[in-house]
């Protein structure tokens, strides 16, 4: 089992930066593939980046491509996201996930999710 908490959403501003976090525990955090998704209301739940067990390969959804960083911090069992450039249309709540396997796009491949974070960008 791999239990995961999120934290660092908030309120930001259009063109803002915020840093999300998430703290993995259980299972060895090194082996697994970490992503993050977004979802707002009414819709399904999106990739957003992906990063695997060494750090050394990352993936980002088009939308976010240049804007956000994914890396991760093996010796302290967590993964961040920062997000610069902020649009209003970032505005969802983010989850975190673990797999374990080849890094993945797809909701599916993650057997392990975070109970999400609020991620508001006002314009």
């Known amino acids: 089992q791999v239990q995961l908490v999120e934290s660092g959403g908030g309120l930001a501003q259009a063109g803002g930066s915020l840093r999300l976090s998430c703290a993995a525990s259980?299972?060895?955090?090194?082996?697994?593939?970490m992503g993050w998704f977004s979802q707002v209301p009414g819709k399904e739940r999106e990739f957003v980046a992906a990063?695997?067990?060494?750090?050394?390969?990352?993936n980002y959804a088009d939308s976010v491509k240049g804007r956000f960083t994914i890396s991760r911090g093996n010796a302290k069992n967590t993964v961040y996201l920062q997000m610069n450039s902020l649009k209003p249309e970032d505005t969802a709540v983010y989850y975190c996930?673990?797999?374990?396997?080849?890094?993945?796009?797809?909701?599916?491949?993650?057997?392990?999710w975070g109970q999400g974070t609020q991620v508001t960008v006002s314009s």
């Open positions: 990063i695997d067990w060494s750090g050394g390969t990352t």
């Open positions: 259980g299972r060895t955090f090194s082996m697994l593939v």
């Open positions: 996930a673990a797999a374990s396997g080849w890094l993945s796009r797809n909701s599916d491949a993650y057997y392990y």
